[in-house]
């Protein structure tokens, strides 16, 4: 069992900058990858990013490549989002996720832990 919080959501301005951060609970979190998610109301949660159990592999949406990067601290069992440039487009809740297996696969069906969320809005 994992259990996951996120903090660093807020209200920032376009082009400003956020990061986000979800701590895990449990001794193994090296043998999970991790990703972050964000939804907006009326639509999918989509994926943003995710990284590797070892932090050696990462992948992003088109939407956010070159703005946002995520990584891990296996000591701290911690997983970052820092988000860059930041666009109105961006506001949504943003989840992180823990899959049960070290590689990166896709779909949200593969994680098996989910934090409560972050609200993130960035205003024009």
């Known amino acids: 069992q994992v259990q996951l919080v996120e903090s660093g959501g807020g209200l920032v301005q376009a082009g400003g900058s956020l990061r986000l951060s979800c701590a895990a609970s449990?001794?193994?979190?090296?043998?999970?990858?991790m990703g972050w998610f964000r939804q907006t109301p009326g639509k999918e949660r989509e994926s943003v990013a995710a990284?590797?159990?070892?932090?050696?592999?990462?992948h992003y949406a088109d939407s956010v490549k070159g703005r946002f990067t995520i990584s891990r601290d296996n000591v701290k069992n911690t997983v970052y989002l820092q988000m860059n440039s930041l666009k109105p487009e961006d506001t949504a809740v943003y989840y992180c996720?823990?899959?049960?297996?070290?590689?990166?696969?896709?779909?949200?069906?593969?994680?098996?832990?989910w934090g409560q969320g972050t609200q993130v809005t960035v205003s024009s």
């Open positions: 990284i590797s159990g070892s932090g050696g592999m990462t």
């Open positions: 449990g001794r193994t979190f090296s043998s999970y990858s």
């Open positions: 996720a823990a899959n049960p297996r070290p590689f990166i696969e896709s779909g949200a069906q593969r994680y098996y832990y």
